[in-house]
T-cell receptor
Framework: DVKVTQSSRYLVKRTGEKVFLECVQD?????MFWYRQDPGLGLRLIYF???????EKGDIPEGYSVSREKKERFSLILESASTNQTSMYLC????????????FGEGSWLTVV | GDSVTQMEGPVTLSEEAFLTINCTYT??????LFWYVQYPGEGLQLLLK?????DKGSNKGFEATYRKETTSFHLEKGSVQVSDSAVYFC???????????FGKGTLLTVNP
């Protein structure tokens, strides 16, 4: 089975802190994604990467950056956390273009106080 | 741009009732279509998918048919169970890029 592992399920951070959310996949997938999930808004794409060291902005990249130094690992970085970034963050990966199935991790609940 | 519109919830049904969750989409070309399910406290799991017009995806008693003429991919199940209580997301993946575009999700609650 495909495994997408997010390093932390629950985090509480203070406003202004730098926050790292880590994601690892074990299926040699080319594509990796970070989504944010909020009630009433569904899932919104923050960033995605289709290759090592490559990244593309999604629909809501402001306040976030990403890093992909190795194929299996994709990190989401909040440079200076703010309360409006309190949310559920979902990492995902897929192989191939467009029509490949996307597999999700279990999510990281981030609370910024 | 690409978009997915799905039936707003919440939907509350009794066990063994028939379920329909409507989903329509806007996309250029011929996207692949998906239904994902999220059980309480968990991430998203692929429920079913269809990659071309008239394809029917099915899994765990759920079905959805890719209707190009109506740009729809409605989710159906003949007899729901309490364990089907979850949030259901319709999504599309355009062949021109690598992304999934999601609907806002529909919360289903099934009562015994």
């Amino acid at each position: 089975d495909v495994k997408v592992t997010q390093s932390s399920r629950y985090l509480v951070k203070r406003t202004g802190e730098k926050v790292f959310l880590e994601c690892v996949q074990d299926m040699d997938h080319e594509n990796m994604f970070w989504y944010r999930q909020d009630p009433g808004l569904g899932l919104r794409l923050i960033y995605f990467s289709y290759d090592v060291k490559m990244k593309e902005k999604g629909d809501i990249p402001e306040g976030y950056s990403v890093s992909r130094e190795k194929k299996e690992r994709f990190s989401l970085i909040l440079e200076s956390a703010s309360t409006n970034q309190t949310s559920m963050y979902l990492c995902a990966s897929s192989s191939g273009q467009g029509f490949g199935t996307i597999y999700f991790g279990e999510g990281s609940w981030l609370t910024v106080v | 741009g690409d978009s997915v519109t799905q039936m707003e919830g919440p939907v509350t049904l009794s066990e063994e009732a028939f379920l329909t969750i409507n989903c329509t989409y806007t996309a250029t070309g011929y996207p692949s279509l998906f239904w994902y399910v999220q059980y309480p406290g968990e991430g998203l799991q692929l429920l079913l998918k269809a990659t071309k017009a008239d394809d029917k995806g099915s899994n765990k008693g759920f079905e959805a048919t890719y209707r190009k003429e109506t740009t729809s991919f409605h989710l159906e199940k003949g007899s729901v169970q309490v364990s089907d209580s979850a949030v259901y997301f319709c999504a599309l993946s355009a062949r021109s890029n690598y992304k999934l575009t999601f609907g806002k999700g529909t919360l289903l609650t099934v009562n015994p």
